[in-house]
């Protein structure tokens, strides 16, 4: 053995199982994103394992040259957090989608992320079932027509950024399929961050919910519809990046500089270390408001595994090593005959 590092690539990272999501389902591109990013991390396949639960995103471990587990609907973070526990030099990452994670999911999805298991959770919102032939999703907007809700939902949706940072995640994100670029930095900025890293990813389901994120992804309106966070920069978006949001007290509110005396030191500079309660405020912009996408949160909290860790060795040494006979046998006991 030379004992030389060998320099892995996309292709290492590809499975040979035929991919099976519908012709031009955003999930491919996810997936192209995810296996280049990965031989940049420089860590080697065998210590890199997916989970996921249930749902058309869910086949992604069966597309990844690694270490992988399709789980049971919703329950990716307890299998996740499990693995985690037992073999913290593993990294684990969970793939789900809106359904799997936000309605049988949603209290696992709620606990890996309090807890701050260090796992990396990719959610792709395409705001449907698309397994099951498009249903209305926890993260379908008031007024959906689908085949379970022929009139329209009445039901208020989940925005996934404000139930992460409801639950304390130390890491928020959110990105778009079809910009590599953009996903591919989030990507890389969750790989480096201790604790649960999660990112929403907007994916176009181009058969139940097609053109869902058009105005956040055509050229001609991106620019005025979307907004890119950037720590320690002025929140600014449009074609002349003369537009911005800043605050007035607890409300958001766009402006232009240069117009009713508005400069740019009045803008809102972006802040991912702070309170979540700005993250909060931005997570739910309205309509009128452009998309903010990028890293929401960035902060250190402890790490769950070496919480439990800690604790484990701080009982070995006050009461030493356990014995599980003992432990069997300690305290009342009978026979069944």
């Given at each position: 053995?030379?004992?030389?590092?060998?320099?892995?690539?996309?292709?290492?990272?590809?499975?040979?199982?035929?991919?099976?999501w519908?012709?031009?389902?955003g999930?491919?591109?996810?997936?192209?994103?995810?296996?280049?990013?990965?031989?940049?991390?420089?860590?080697?396949?065998?210590?890199?394992?997916?989970?996921?639960?249930?749902?058309?995103?869910?086949?992604?471990?069966?597309?990844?040259?690694?270490?992988?587990?399709?789980?049971?609907?919703?329950?990716?973070?307890a299998?996740?957090?499990?693995?985690?526990?037992?073999?913290?030099?593993?990294?684990?990452?969970?793939?789900?989608?809106?359904?799997?994670?936000?309605?049988?999911?949603?209290?696992h999805?709620l606990?890996?992320l309090?807890?701050?298991?260090?796992?990396?959770?990719?959610?792709?919102?395409?705001?449907?079932?698309?397994?099951?032939?498009?249903?209305?999703?926890?993260?379908s907007?008031?007024?959906?027509?689908?085949?379970?809700?022929?009139?329209?939902?009445?039901?208020a949706?989940?925005?996934?950024?404000?139930?992460?940072l409801?639950?304390?995640?130390?890491?928020?994100?959110?990105?778009?399929?079809?910009?590599?670029?953009?996903?591919?930095?989030?990507?890389?900025?969750?790989?480096?961050?201790?604790?649960?890293?999660?990112?929403e990813?907007?994916?176009?389901?181009?058969?139940?919910?097609?053109?869902?994120?058009?105005?956040?992804?055509?050229k001609?309106?991106?620019?005025?519809?979307?907004?890119?966070?950037?720590?320690?920069?002025?929140?600014?978006?449009?074609?002349?990046?003369?537009?911005?949001?800043?605050?007035?007290?607890?409300?958001?509110?766009?402006?232009?500089?240069?117009?009713?005396?508005?400069?740019?030191?009045?803008?809102?500079?972006?802040?991912?270390?702070?309170?979540?309660?700005?993250?909060?405020?931005?997570?739910?912009?309205?309509?009128?408001?452009?998309?903010?996408?990028?890293?929401?949160?960035?902060?250190?909290?402890p790490?769950?595994?070496?919480?439990?860790?800690?604790?484990?060795?701080?009982?070995?040494?006050?009461?030493?090593?356990?014995?599980?006979?003992?432990?069997?046998?300690?305290?009342?006991?009978?026979?069944?005959?």
């Amino acid at each position: 053995m030379s004992g030389d590092i060998v320099k892995l690539t996309r292709k290492d990272f590809q499975s040979d199982q035929e991919v099976r999501w519908c012709p031009g389902c955003g999930d491919y591109a996810i997936l192209n994103s995810v296996q280049k990013v990965m031989p940049e991390l420089g860590i080697p396949k065998e210590n890199i394992v997916f989970v996921s639960g249930i749902g058309c995103s869910s086949r992604f471990p069966y597309y990844m040259n690694t270490y992988g587990f399709h789980t049971i609907h919703g329950r990716a973070p307890a299998i996740a957090t499990g693995l985690k526990t037992t073999r913290p030099d593993l990294q684990v990452w969970v793939v789900t989608g809106d359904g799997d994670a936000l309605s049988i999911g949603g209290n696992h999805f709620l606990h890996v992320l309090r807890r701050n298991v260090d796992v990396k959770i990719l959610l792709f919102n395409n705001r449907i079932y698309g397994l099951t032939k498009g249903q209305f999703s926890p993260a379908s907007e008031i007024g959906k027509k689908t085949k379970s809700t022929p009139y329209g939902s009445i039901d208020a949706p989940f925005n996934p950024l404000q139930v992460a940072l409801g639950a304390n995640a130390s890491f928020v994100a959110r990105s778009l399929d079809v910009d590599p670029l953009h996903l591919q930095g989030v990507l890389h900025r969750m790989a480096q961050h201790k604790g649960s890293a999660f990112v929403e990813i907007y994916q176009n389901c181009n058969v139940f919910n097609d053109g869902a994120f058009d105005p956040l992804t055509n050229k001609a309106t991106k620019s005025e519809t979307t907004v890119r966070l950037e720590h320690g920069k002025p929140v600014t978006f449009g074609a002349s990046g003369k537009k911005g949001i800043r605050l007035n007290g607890f409300e958001a509110e766009v402006v232009t500089v240069g117009e009713n005396g508005v400069t740019e030191a009045d803008l809102l500079v972006w802040d991912e270390k702070s309170s979540p309660a700005l993250s909060f405020l931005l997570a739910g912009l309205g309509p009128e408001f452009p998309v903010p996408l990028g890293v929401f949160r960035d902060v250190d909290r402890p790490v769950h595994h070496e919480l439990e860790m800690a604790q484990q060795n701080a009982v070995v040494q006050q009461r030493g090593e356990g014995d599980i006979e003992k432990l069997l046998h300690a305290g009342d006991t009978w026979t069944v005959e």
